[in-house]
């Protein structure tokens, strides 16, 4: 077997066999391929897609590249949560802990963020002490004892994913249902849970611009779950605008303990409480209205936010800094500046995309993968969509230990950041359900 060939085969539009999809895969991880044919490969299959069938071999394939995580020796069923990524995405801090205070089991490997949208592990480190790096007999220890545990990716989980997602990144192949659905998915699998809630974002600020590619995205990804005998739920969800108000790590974990408190932003709550309705549903704890319910009760009792105390302390984060923080006694350390409104109006659809992008240039994320995060480093905004502003007005701050770095970030957040003359409001926060049995739109 030759990869020429199977380049040929895919960029004239054939269909490649499972044994080919397995060769490559094992050829790539092993060095038998070349980056350059892989490349040639992955554009063949950006311009002439793969069949389902296809995808799920390649999913499967690159599942089994490495280690796999065996979940069994925890007891209870385990649901693991995952979102397509966004600019201020921080719900895996509140519908982690919301879960485990319900019962569900979280055990949870995360990963860093790259460009414009943020890591969960990346929020999780800007907590002094809180350890990502785990060995395997303790997580399971702390999934056991605590509910959950959320950990940095095995060094050696799907390398295939890794291999092929770095050459996606700079031969402009991100954009591939194909390529993203086996990507996602061969480290859910890998990952071991029983269950798995996904987070499909659409709009500005995700890699799905259309509603319509966003829902076969979702379909794809539960088709995939679902014929490797695990329960698989899809949330299409709005990524027009910021979640909440915060961008930046620090500043993501401290908004999420206010949702914990019971307060926070309400698009930010209502995500939450969604998602982790929907991972009770799929563990098989009730109905969608019951499931719900059990969520709102668990953050409004403060549950949720002693399981979310009790796992950063676990896992070696500074109790008392955590303390300060919920109690309101610890004010962000890093300088800041206002950004203000050059004229009276309202705040119009946000180039979300951009304003993740002026938080990166605060060095809240990072342009490759070497570069060093600011934990304390992003933006709050003041104002979002619909809201009115007049001339002077704070629109949003900035936070950075670098002060030479607001002037450029300031101008790019401002040219993301439109005022107009008339009030447009925001569209729902979520636009359908994609399960086994099919799509339901909300």
């Not at 995060?373 to 709050?380: C, L, V």
Request: aromatic share 4%.
């Amino acid at each position: 077997m030759r990869i020429y060939d199977l380049i040929e085969k895919k960029k004239r539009g054939s269909a490649l066999s499972d044994e080919e999809i397995r060769y490559l895969i094992a050829g790539f991880v092993s060095g038998e391929i070349p980056d350059y044919q892989m490349s040639a490969m992955l554009m063949a299959i950006w311009f002439n897609g793969m069949d389902d069938r296809e995808i799920t071999t390649m999913t499967i394939a690159m599942e089994h590249s490495g280690e796999t995580a065996d979940l069994s020796g925890i007891d209870g069923f385990k649901v693991d949560k995952h979102s397509t990524g966004g600019v201020g995405d921080k719900t895996t801090l509140i519908v982690g802990p919301i879960a485990a205070a319900c019962g569900v089991r979280v055990a949870k490997m995360s990963g860093r963020g790259l460009g414009f949208t943020g890591g969960t592990i990346d929020k999780l480190e800007a907590i002094p002490g809180f350890r990502t790096s785990i060995p395997r007999e303790e997580f399971f220890r702390l999934v056991s004892e605590n509910g959950i545990a959320v950990i940095g990716q095995s060094g050696n989980l799907v390398p295939a994913d890794k291999k092929i997602y770095a050459l996606r990144d700079v031969t402009a192949t991100v954009d591939s249902i194909p390529l993203i659905a086996s990507s996602i998915m061969s480290k859910k699998l890998a990952g071991g849970s029983d269950g798995i809630v996904l987070d499909v974002k659409t709009g500005g600020g995700a890699f799905m611009k259309t509603l319509d590619n966003a829902v076969r995205l979702a379909e794809q990804m539960v088709k995939i779950g679902t014929e490797a005998g695990r329960a698989v739920t899809a949330l299409i969800t709005n990524m027009d605008s910021p979640i909440g108000y915060g961008i930046g790590n620090e500043i993501e974990v401290r908004e999420s303990i206010d949702v914990l408190k019971g307060n926070g932003p309400e698009d930010l709550k209502e995500l939450s409480i969604l998602l982790a309705a929907q991972m009770l549903c799929t563990a098989g704890r009730g109905s969608q209205s019951e499931c719900r319910q059990m969520a709102e009760e668990a953050l409004e009792s403060g549950r949720a936010l002693n399981v979310f105390r009790t796992m950063v302390i676990a896992q070696g984060g500074d109790g008392a800094w955590l303390d300060e923080v919920i109690e309101g006694r610890k004010p962000l350390a890093a300088p800041s500046r206002p950004i203000r409104a050059e004229k009276d109006g309202y705040i119009g659809k946000m180039d979300t995309e951009g304003v993740g992008i002026a938080s990166m240039m605060l060095h809240a994320g990072r342009k490759t993968s070497d570069d060093v995060i600011d934990p304390s480093a992003g933006i709050i905004l003041r104002k979002k969509q619909g809201d009115p502003v007049r001339k002077g007005d704070v629109t949003a701050v900035m936070y950075a230990r670098d002060e030479s770095l607001f002037d450029e970030a300031e101008k790019q957040f401002a040219a993301s950041c439109p005022i107009l003359g008339t009030c447009e409001k925001p569209e729902k926060m979520v636009f359908a359900r994609a399960d086994a049995s099919g799509v339901t739109y909300l």
